[in-house]
């Protein structure tokens, strides 16, 4: 291949993780590779704008077929009543009988201008509806991924320093049962327990500043269980390295070895972790916590679209749920070729 | 002052319980450094070296459940006893260490010259910028062209050689008065090796300093030390100076490993001489002699009880039943490692 192509020179265990799809696509992409080549961050991140671009686009053509063509909208709207006239005028209101190339290419034009259509139970264009309950799910995501984190990196840290003494046992045990146990049924629980006997905190909506503390609470406890036991096994294994050994041979405290060097080396892997974490809680979590505290974001916004039939919604909310978790992505893969001189250096 | 050990080692025992039970990976060493002296400790991978010398700054994984018993005493304080504040500052300080792996021993994400200054701000009191002065200064010692620029590198940048010239910098950093190197020339090539050890032997007499030197490789020894313990399944079996252990090997397994040795006069017979079986896994804490399952010259006794140190020459000693009679055999008839060639 182009000689432009630096990155694929180092061996293929020392390249950061990827998936499938982006191994596939770096296939696909040598010819504008020679257009935003080089190693510098700017370079690279133009790659990953691109990669980013190429993988909405893909999440777009897939929602139109399946949505335009292989189902029929006309369908959804139609009464339950309707005589096959009626759906056929529906059929062209919608102008469903045109060219599939050419809805695709409005379609296209109409997203670009965000223009994602009607909602046709709140009678206003859906991107308003959309735009309305995003501030509320990235609050909510943030705020749950901060708690995620604290009660997962730190914790994560010492039990991994400390291995196999008390404190790693129990914190082990009980991130096993953070991680294991449903989310829903947690948020039910502590609705129960902290919302409904102890009448500590709101229990659902987004009315006040406590409102926040159950649902964020949910998602830290959930995803820092899982963060807990990356960020643990990944401690662990640094402080086997025989550089550990070497810093405690200067005379180093444990303290300190842990804090200038073992940290310092997992500090990647842990911010890929937590980012991680945060683009799966949009990958799921966040529709089941906003529907158990009705904490108005665009999960719950989803859902309810779904229970109307609202398509433009529903199509809205989906693809820019999408589009920021490619975004947040493209952040923390930037943000780690950052961290990590060696990877940005290869 | 002068007949002061540096280092007097007594009784030495460390034992890891493992699920497969216990390992006396130590089995009772005891021996004395003066200062400036260089000993070499030689034996096969399992002997317990490595872990001898670890044991003596208490140095093991915390997920290692070991158990160490015995006294090492060094400048006047038992490090087996003492606190470990008082033990970190021997650390790097008092007894330097070199590794095994120049590879893995540097944190990959630190400029060299920051991990050399880590140990000199730690120990000496030194500011960030005299300690990072300091850390050219140290570089530039060992050997490194234009350390200025090479302070500010990450590890990665350096070859294997002169990754173990930055470790030994490192361990050099706070003028110790015992240094330790661990296998420091097996993961390198021969010619650095010869450089290496060059520069241990050297930085040795310009320093003052004693050298403990592990290794499994006769030839480093003989380059570098003027004492010499061989040790096996935990134990020490033969001690003596270098010149004395080459002309008058004692112990069997010591013989074996000098038969080890590749010689050129060998080259056309393209044969070398290999010690017959392992050594036990277990290490040592058994009744009889360990070396007896693959020792040539066993005799029932060697099979029952174990054998203690005798006195074989001048500052010469050996684990083995048939040490007297073999110390007389080597005075008559030469080195039968050699007449056996």
Redesign the interface.
């Known amino acids: 291949m182009g000689m432009q192509e630096t990155t694929e020179t180092t061996p293929p265990s020392q390249r950061p993780r990827r998936g499938g799809l982006r191994r596939w696509l770096r296939d696909l992409r040598p010819a504008s590779d020679r257009l935003v080549a080089g190693g510098s961050l700017s370079g690279l991140l133009l790659r990953r704008l691109r990669d980013g671009v190429i993988v909405l686009l893909l999440v777009v053509t897939v929602i139109f077929f399946l949505a335009h063509v292989v189902g029929n909208p006309a369908l959804v709207f139609a009464p339950v009543d309707a005589t096959d006239e009626h759906i056929a005028e529906l059929h062209r209101q919608f102008g469903l009988d045109r060219p599939v190339a050419e809805r695709y290419w409005e379609y296209l034009v109409g997203l670009a201008q965000l223009d994602f259509g009607e909602s046709t139970w709140q009678q206003r264009p859906a991107i308003d509806a959309v735009k309305e309950a995003l501030p509320s799910t990235i609050y909510l995501t943030v705020v749950g991924l901060g708690a995620a984190a604290v009660l997962g990196v730190v914790p994560g840290i010492v039990a991994g320093a400390r291995a196999r003494k008390p404190f790693d046992k129990t914190s082990n045990l009980l991130s096993v049962a953070a991680l294991s146990v449903p989310n829903f049924w947690l948020g039910l629980l502590l609705i129960l327990v902290l919302g409904v006997q102890l009448g500590w905190l709101p229990t659902s909506g987004r009315f006040e500043t406590a409102s926040i503390v159950m649902p964020a609470l949910t998602l830290g406890i959930v995803h820092g269980g899982r963060i807990f036991q990356l960020v643990r096994s990944a401690t662990f294994e640094e402080m086997s390295k025989p550089y550990v050994t070497v810093a405690r041979s200067k005379g180093l405290t444990e303290w300190n070895i842990l804090r200038r060097h073992v940290v310092r080396n997992t500090g990647v892997t842990t911010a890929t972790i937590v980012g991680w974490e945060y683009v799966r809680m949009w990958g799921g979590a966040v529709f089941a916590i906003e529907y158990v505290f009705a904490w108005p974001g665009v999960g719950l916004l989803t859902i309810d679209a779904a229970h109307r039939q609202d398509f433009f919604v529903l199509q809205a909310a989906v693809i820019i749920a999408g589009a920021f978790v490619i975004f947040s992505n493209l952040l923390i893969d930037m943000g780690y070729q950052f961290i990590d001189r060696r990877i940005a250096a290869s | 002052m002068s007949g002061m050990p540096l280092l007097e080692v007594e009784d030495l025992h460390v034992t890891f319980r493992t699920a497969s039970g216990p390992v006396h990976a130590v089995d009772g060493v005891s021996f004395t450094m003066k200062p400036g002296s260089s000993l070499g400790v030689v034996g096969e991978s399992g002997s317990g070296k490595s872990v001898t010398a670890r044991a003596l700054?208490r140095?093991f994984?915390?997920?290692d459940d070991v158990q160490i018993s015995g006294a090492v005493h060094f400048d006047g304080q038992d490090l087996l006893r003492i606190d470990e504040r008082r033990l970190?500052?021997?650390?790097?300080?008092q007894i330097?260490?070199i590794?095994q792996?120049p590879l893995?021993?540097?944190?990959?994400?630190?400029a060299v010259g920051e991990q050399i200054a880590?140990?000199l701000r730690?120990?000496r009191g030194m500011s960030r910028s005299e300690a990072a002065a300091e850390a050219v200064e140290l570089l530039a010692r060992v050997g490194i062209a234009d350390p200025e620029q090479r302070a500010t590198e990450?590890p990665?940048s350096f070859s294997g050689g002169m990754r173990q010239r930055v470790?030994i910098s490192?361990?050099i950093a706070c003028r110790p008065r015992l240094l330790i190197a661990d296998e420091p020339t097996t993961a390198l090539d021969v010619t650095v090796q010869a450089e290496i050890l060059l520069l241990l032997d050297e930085l040795r007499r310009s320093e003052g300093m004693a050298l403990m030197l592990i290794t499994h490789d006769f030839g480093v020894v003989a380059a570098t030390c003027d004492d010499v313990q061989v040790m096996y399944a935990g134990k020490l079996v033969e001690k003596a100076s270098m010149a004395h252990l080459f002309d008058r090997a004692n112990h069997p397994y010591t013989e074996g490993l000098l038969r080890l040795v590749p010689r050129f006069e060998d080259a056309h017979t393209g044969r070398l001489h290999p010690i017959p079986g392992q050594p036990p896994i277990t290490g040592g804490g058994g009744s009889s002699c360990a070396f007896a399952p693959r020792c040539s010259y066993a005799v029932d006794r060697c099979r029952s009880e174990v054998p203690p140190e005798v006195a074989v020459g001048p500052q010469h000693l050996s684990a083995c039943w048939l040490a007297t009679d073999r110390a007389k055999d080597n005075t008559e008839a030469g080195q039968p490692w050699r007449r056996a060639q």
Do not use: Q
Request: hydrophobic share 50%.
């Open positions: 700054l140095l994984a915390i997920t970190r500052d021997v650390r790097g300080g330097g260490m590794f792996d893995t021993s540097l944190n990959p994400l630190m880590e140990s730690l120990h990450l990665s470790m490192l361990a």
